[in-house]
């Protein structure tokens, strides 16, 4: 069974009635993710999807429209226990593009989910953060 669920079909202006361009592909059970604009992760909680749900992402373009909840999506899982690597799929620059974001423009928040966070969670918690962000990037040409 597949399902096509619309997560944002708003253009780059914002828009209060409408998220930007991301939609999940459901394809029995399994969640596969188009894009992951603004609001995504929120309007995946909205639709009913548990964001640690969603393990392949999928990227049709860097424009920032399509890719402005990446950061936040990947944090957040990351944050609230994701076991499994975050798989994401995108074209030429998709793998430079995230290493800048987690390893330059979010290591303030990455260095604290390592170096604090894991600490300070109580041993009882077993939902609790891996050491490192699990991603797993690949930059795809056409017919891949």
Not at 32 to 48: K, Q, V
Not at 138 to 143: F, N, Y
Request: hydrophobic share 35%.
């Amino acid at each position: 069974m597949m399902k096509v669920v619309l997560l944002g079909t708003g253009w780059p202006m914002p828009d209060p009635e409408r998220g930007n361009m991301s939609q999940v592909v459901m394809i029995d059970e399994e969640p596969l993710l188009f894009d992951c604009g603004e609001r995504t992760s929120t309007n995946l909680m909205r639709s009913g999807i548990n964001p640690l749900r969603i393990n392949n992402l999928f990227i049709t373009h860097h424009h920032w429209d399509h890719i402005s909840d990446y950061g936040y999506l990947c944090i957040s899982t990351w944050n609230f226990g994701r076991k499994e690597p975050f798989r994401v799929f995108g074209p030429k620059g998709t793998k430079e593009m995230s290493d800048a974001l987690f390893n330059q423009a979010y290591t303030l928040d990455t260095s604290f989910i390592k170096e604090i966070l894991l600490d300070s969670i109580p041993k009882h918690i077993t939902n609790r953060p891996n050491p490192e962000l699990q991603l797993d990037v690949k930059d795809i040409d056409d017919g891949y």
